[in-house]
């Protein structure tokens, strides 16, 4: 893939000496700003989105470090399903990328337009006449998907296409075929967005970094921390960074990012999260 802009090889940091790092970084400031992507950061990455669950231990030290910092999960994932996901913990939550923003006590707001809906419906019968024709290829997770291992992923207010079940023999020119329908469905105001194993249109203006930068106006007096694996992410890394925070890119193979440092997974992440609080409580 081609290297984020201002990428460099981000340092490989443990958890505990990152957690005083950021710690200390809160010094003299007012407040501190932790914001998480879920999948892959947060959560192993799953075979299917569905199957996805917190790493273990996540929501506890979520839940500890929300008493000592403001916390906010960025995810691409819908905002119904990020609130079952975080039922119960005093969290923000920005779905879609950064179109939506729920606050911890439920207030939700827009943070980008959406997509046309003559579009996306236009959208939604092209996918399903597209990958109607991939049936005769098995889904490998032993559920027997009927559509060859893609899954169509309709958020409402913007569409992913997964393929990490769909052999790579089978991938083209299907995955080409897809690529096109998105980008025609785009229209003006959508962009499409290529992760992991993943295709997707949206919002243009739902872009995590947009979203970091408008969490932290909020907070004007906060450090800035984000964490996260996808090169989704890497505008919001670069935003922690060029905010005078720090950026946190989950990986264990040390590519390029706009992050400054790096630690290796999820469970990786839990434990940064438990030391930071642990920290953030001696003061
Ligand atoms: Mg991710």
Known sequence: MTAPEGARTPAPVAPDVLAARLAAGRTGRGALLVALDHDGTLSPIAPRPDLATLAPGAAEALAALAGHADVAIVSGRGLADLERRFAGLPLTLVSEHGLRRRDPDGTTAALAPALD???????????????????????????????????????????????????????????????????????????????????????????????????????????????????????????????????????????????????????????????????????
Do not use: C, I, N, Y
């Not at 105001?189 to 992760?195: A, K, L, N, P, S």
């Open 117 to 283: 809906p003559a579009l996306l419906d236009g959208l939604r019968a092209r996918l399903a006449a597209l990958l109607a024709d991939q049936r005769s290829t098995e889904g490998t997770d032993g559920t027997a998907d009927a559509s060859g291992g893609w899954l169509v992923e309709d958020k409402g207010v913007a569409v992913a296409v997964h393929h990490r079940l769909v052999p790579d023999e089978a991938l083209e020119p299907t995955l080409g075929a897809v690529r096109t329908a998105l980008e025609d469905a785009a229209g003006t105001t959508g962009r499409v967005q290529e992760g992991k194993a993943v295709l997707e249109l949206r919002p243009a203006g739902a872009e995590k970094g947009a979203a970091l930068r408008t969490l932290a106006a909020a907070r004007p007096d906060a450090f800035v921390v984000m964490v996260g694996d996808d090169r989704t992410d890497e505008p919001a890394l670069a935003a922690a960074e060029a905010l005078g925070g720090v950026g946190v890119l989950v990986d264990a193979t040390g590519r390029p990012s706009a992050a400054s440092v790096r630690v290796d997974d999820p469970a990786a992440v839990v434990a940064l999260l438990v030391a930071l609080a642990a920290a953030l409580s001696r003061g």
